[in-house]
């Protein structure tokens, strides 16, 4: 236990100097990431794109009964 | 319930698809391939120590990284699409999808975003090997990725290794290793790998081209150009070999998609294999579907039987004969034939679920008995379960002149990066690369052309396997949500506008740090 602490501020040292040093592209790259993560999992994820049998059923029951539905339905055929 | 099948519902959520496919295809590839060149060149600087080979290497990891960022978690979204806009789908997938996806999430994902870190902060802070290993690891962990989604994809492609359970009426996993050595999941690793490392190193090439047609750092270009061009020679002939390979599984798995890439209409021996054509219609049909003629045609006679079977006596049936018969066709039934099965198929899944919703439970046993614990009911008519929801044999062609254009257009590119790869390395050794700018041009015009090849696959891939979303099992139209078309259209314009706007980033900055060039 007595060494694993030094290792880990070794390892933080590592990421924060990492980051303080980046560079201007990487910098800029780093901007991209984090707009682009906050689009998908903030915006996308939350407001858009609901999981549809999740949101609709309680139960795992339920869904395979509602997909058995629609598996069977004789209406339902590619036309 | 389905009431009625709303076209354009099923139109937008394919859209929406094919648009997130293709643009996270547009990064993908040159992660693929471009990590390996990074490690070779990092390899010959310890080899060496010669400190213009780091700057050579930290020039291409800095495009790499860009490439990198900008691509990754552009794939979730495709994830976010499965729950929404495919549920039906993603529901009777069940667990297949699940092993793969998860393995690739915990080990390739963790392997690669580890070691990114210390191939881009750990320069002269980790030892030159510590951080050699890191960055080979970072190319074998975004290879394993890809592994795990390939293998995803081919199970769509060839279903094989579960069965169903009509109790869920989800697909459950019997065999993994069924699921991974899976003789399209193997065909279409090796291929879609090799197509990345072809692309990264044209990438390379038309990039190092800039370069030395700009006159600026000849000896990093010449050297970049030669060790790209190697290993894109290399790449491109494992391309064309493991895409013959890829084309003999598909005549057995998915004949109608092999033929629709031949435009192979009638059934021969001797089958002709088209080196170059264009289409038109014939005025004749196959139900409502036109059948196509050729107005012009470049043939090679009898190399469509050798493809697909190694002779030339070897018979390769047509879109017409697999679709209206005979009874058997090297035994691959005829679709007309398929849909009786997967109409008696489907009419026992609904005899089940009325058991069910009656409580019957003798009749639960008879049906799960007699047909689902059957091998015979689930191998010769369970199997072509989808085919029980095509109302006719026609719909089971897919868009021919798209699988067409899509197919020659991805092999002409191949034999033309063959071409450029092998005069690149001929010219390099020469020594008088830098003199001939004409091919530096076609170096660095073939950039776009390598997209467009890899492109083209995946379309080949996609729109030829219409109209299943599983193969043989379920069509795309009985995969999708029964959600408004309104929301998936309003997705669409957000998705295309954030990837084009990811794309101009990541060009924008690329284009920068090229310009800029490698520190001194």
Known sequence: MKNLFPDVRKLFRFYYDGFRDMSAWGRKVWVVIIIKLFIIFAILRLFFFHDFLHDKYDNDKQRSKYVLEQLTNSTNTND | MIEHLNMSLVDWS????????????IFVPLTLGLSFLVAIMETIYVRTGKEEWKRMTRFWMTLFGINYAIGVATGIILEFEFGTNWSNYSWFVGDIFGAPLAIEGILAFFLESTFVAVMFFGWNKVSKKFHLTS????????????????????????????TFNPDTARNEMVSFWA???NPVAVDKFLHTVFSGFLLASIFVMGVSAWLMLKKREEWMAKQSILIAAIFGLISSLMVAFTGDSSARTM????PVKFAAMEAHYYGSDNAALTAFGVLKNSGKKIGEKEIMDFAFRIKIPGFLSVMTGGNKKTYVPGIYDLVNGPDTIQGILPVIIKIQNGTFAREVLADYKRAIMLNDTQQIRIIKTEYFQSKKFMDEKFRYFGYGFLSKPDNAIPNVAITFYSFHLMVMLGFFFILVCAVSIFLTLKGSIAKQRWFLWTALLSVPLAYIASEAGWVLTEVGRQPWIIQDLMPVTSGVSQISAG???TTFILFAILFTALLIAEVSIMVKQIKTGPKH
């Open chain 2, 14 to 25: 394919r859209a929406q698809f094919a648009l997130t496919a293709i643009y996270h295809w």
């Open chain 2, 487 to 489: 929301s998936v259209m």
């Open chain 2, 179 to 181: 699921v991974l050595f």
């Open chain 2, 251 to 254: 005549a057995s798995v998915q």
């Open chain 2, 135 to 162: 960055t080979w690891l970072v190319a074998v962990g975004a290879n394993l990725s890809a592994l795990w989604i390939l293998v995803a994809n081919a199970w769509m492609q060839n279903p094989v290794g579960m």
